[in-house]
């Protein structure tokens, strides 16, 4: 072996060493996105639909079970209603960047049905 060779025997290992961490951030990074995008889809549909069913002269409980049906269990439901017209807004936890909570939010509002 040349000493050429004896000297760079181990730098991929020492290259991986160095660049694995970075790209295990970068896909904790695209996932958690990822998941925020997600979140925002779903609390949106959620929002639009309580928003009809409310228009529709829905009862609030009924509202609240339609919009958490779609955005999920733990989402945060509001109803309000204003002048003949209905607000509904959810929101909900996706995760935390460095102790800070993500909240995906959403509101829709609908013309109430005569």
């Given at each position: 072996?040349?000493?050429?060779g ?7 290992t ?7 961490p ?48 779609l ?16 607000t ?27």
């Amino acid at each position: 072996m040349t000493t050429a060779g004896r000297r760079d025997r181990g730098s991929v290992t020492a290259e991986l060493a160095v660049g694995l961490p970075a790209v295990v951030l970068l896909l904790v990074a695209l996932l958690t996105v990822a998941s925020a995008a997600v979140a925002q889809t779903r609390c949106t549909d959620a929002a639009r639909a309580g928003a009809r069913s409310a228009a529709l002269g829905e009862a609030d409980g009924t509202v609240v079970a339609t919009a958490r049906r779609l955005a999920g269990e733990g989402a945060a439901v509001a109803v309000s209603r204003s002048e003949g017209w209905v607000t509904v807004t959810v929101s909900d936890a996706v995760g935390s960047w460095q102790g800070t909570p993500l909240r995906a939010h959403a509101s829709a509002v609908a013309r109430a049905e005569p």
